[in-house]
């Protein structure tokens, strides 16, 4: 008797012990943070920076337990469209990436105004838009102080994506970072009207070393991967940008400035999941917040000397000495 009775008291406590368990189970069922992004126009697989955001996205899914989305111009056909399917899809934020996503984001944040949304690499005053952009100038200083290290000829070259205020940025810093090393060699400058043709990276990077530059730095996403893997072909010396691109051209690139949009991206999204936040405003990053910087210097004969030139340029710009844009 005494032992039916036992159990009946380990059955009526377990019911009560379930009971409150079950009372409890939505407390610690926590919902999870969704986050969608409309990709730059070349997407996925330009090896620069789609694939940088992405990183980030991935790193954010893996040791934060965030969801994302993504769309593609080549699916969506217009930007518009495709932010619009991420909001609907009921994300907490909208990611454009690249100047080129600005007007229509700023469409459907009208559209949209308790939608919070990011925009890399351009500024929006929209109050439901937080803007992320970089100090690209000061990246591409050091930049230009490897390429006058690194040229025999005196002539380098910068070929950008597109002629238009974003892209200056990079190809101003690059030329003063050169001229700070050595004031009289010549600088040429082009601009390929497109990101996302290598062959057309080719075709100009071709045109440089035919005017005798032996160094060429790229701000032109997949098109600056063609003109990379020219430089190999004939042995001249390139600088890549966004990543670090030594894999695409491993006997020509001697470094990349490196545009941390993956770690900006990871880090924005950690405060939320950590603090339920975004940042309003402008979120700007440069060398002093690891924002851009260079990839380990390969390739050409480097020592302690030329390292110590590199870091004593890279702290006047941290220390506002020098300006670079």
């Not at 893997?229 to 690139?253: C, L, M, N, T």
């Amino acid at each position: 008797m005494n032992r039916y009775r036992r159990l009946w008291h380990f059955l009526l406590a377990l019911v009560v012990l379930l009971a409150g368990c079950s009372d409890h189970a939505p407390a610690v069922q926590k919902k999870r943070v969704k986050v969608g992004i409309m990709l730059s126009d070349v997407g996925l697989g330009d090896q620069s920076f789609s694939d940088a955001a992405f990183r980030g996205l991935i790193k954010a899914r893996d040791e934060l337990g965030v969801q994302f989305d993504y769309r593609e111009l080549s699916e969506t056909k217009t930007y518009e469209q495709g932010l619009k399917e991420l909001v609907a899809a009921g994300n907490d934020v909208v990611i454009g990436l690249g100047f080129m996503v600005q007007n229509d984001l700023e469409n459907v944040a009208k559209q949209y105004p308790r939608q919070r949304f990011i925009l890399i690499d351009a500024e929006s005053t929209l109050p439901n838009v937080t803007s992320i952009t970089f100090k690209e100038e000061e990246g591409s200083f050091l930049a230009g102080v490897v390429a006058a290290l690194a040229t025999k000829t005196n002539h380098v070259g910068f070929i950008g994506g597109a002629d238009v205020p974003l892209i200056r940025k990079f190809a101003d810093g690059f030329e003063k970072g050169v001229r700070s090393v050595k004031p009289q060699a010549k600088v040429t400058t082009v601009y390929a009207g497109d990101f996302g043709n290598a062959d057309l990276g080719a075709q100009w990077a071709k045109k440089l070393f035919a005017k005798q530059c032996d160094v060429i730095y790229t701000a032109a996403g997949f098109t600056g991967i063609g003109a990379l893997r020219e430089a190999e072909a004939r042995g001249k010396y390139a600088i890549g940008v966004d990543s670090d691109q030594y894999i695409y051209a491993e006997k020509a690139v001697i470094t990349s400035m490196v545009k941390n949009i993956d770690v900006a991206l990871y880090q924005v999204i950690k405060h939320y999941v950590k603090e339920k936040q975004w940042p309003e405003g402008t979120v700007t990053l440069g060398l002093a917040k690891d924002g851009v910087g260079l990839a380990p210097i390969r390739v050409i004969p480097w020592d302690e000397q030329k390292q110590r030139l590199v870091d004593s340029w890279a702290q006047k710009i941290i220390d506002g000495q020098i300006a670079t844009n």
